[in-house]
């Protein structure tokens, strides 16, 4: 059994992956970065953010690694997303990382840490699907009889990016059967690198 000190350093590992990920696709959502092609454009984009998707996937699945490992012997094959989260949805519905507000900080001993939940503006699990559907109709090539093919993301790819960001920025996941929650910052503004917490709530 994994400890959860080195359960939540695999998942501090995916938020700057993911972190890093999002810096290049904001670069071409703002137009600082160009292959000079539209389509070039967003293959690239549809991949790295298929590739976040996939990471936010496995992260409820590294959270939730003792307890998905238990009921699915050959977990570690697992990586269709769809499949992953009907499965975790079986053992934890409330699997999928919860978006927070910038947290209060007291000035007491012993130091308080207090967050709001955000109601809007982040990637809904529904949504998250959503977007992989898109990257993935970019990303393979399609029948040359097809016909033009139009790309439509539904919104732009900075606000895929903001809604992305603003989901895991700060985060909270519910470990199945057990007290601790896990709080996840995406960048910590002294360093740039991410964080987990392993707290009890009040």
């Not at 400890?3 to 137009?31: H, M, P, Q, W």
């Not at 699997?95 to 910038?102: G, I, R, W």
């Not at 790819?157 to 989901?167: C, G, Q, S, V």
Request: proline letters at 4%; one cysteine or more.
């Amino acid at each position: 059994m994994a400890t959860d000190l080195s359960l939540a350093k695999i998942y501090c590992n995916n938020l700057d992956e993911i972190r890093n990920r999002l810096l290049l696709v904001k670069s071409f959502g703002n137009g600082n970065k160009t292959l000079g092609n539209e389509r070039s454009d967003y293959e690239i984009v549809a991949v790295n953010l298929r590739k976040i998707l996939e990471l936010i996937a496995f992260g409820s699945l590294t959270a939730n690694k003792d307890l998905y490992a238990q009921t699915y012997a050959k977990f570690s094959e697992h990586w269709r997303i769809k499949q992953l989260f009907e499965n975790l949805k079986k053992i934890h519905p409330d699997f999928y990382p919860k978006a927070l507000m910038k947290p209060t900080i007291s000035s007491g001993t012993p130091r308080n840490v207090h967050f709001e939940f955000e109601t809007n503006g982040f990637l809904t699990a529904q949504e998250l699907f959503e977007l992989y559907g898109h990257c993935s109709e970019v990303i393979h090539t399609h029948n040359p009889f097809k016909g033009n093919v139009t790309i439509n993301f539904r919104l732009s790819i900075t606000d895929w990016a903001a809604r992305i960001e603003k989901l895991l920025t700060f985060h909270l996941f519910r470990l199945a059967g057990l007290p601790q929650v896990w709080v996840g910052e995406l960048s910590d503004p002294q360093n740039g690198k991410a964080h987990v917490y392993i707290a009890s709530p009040n």
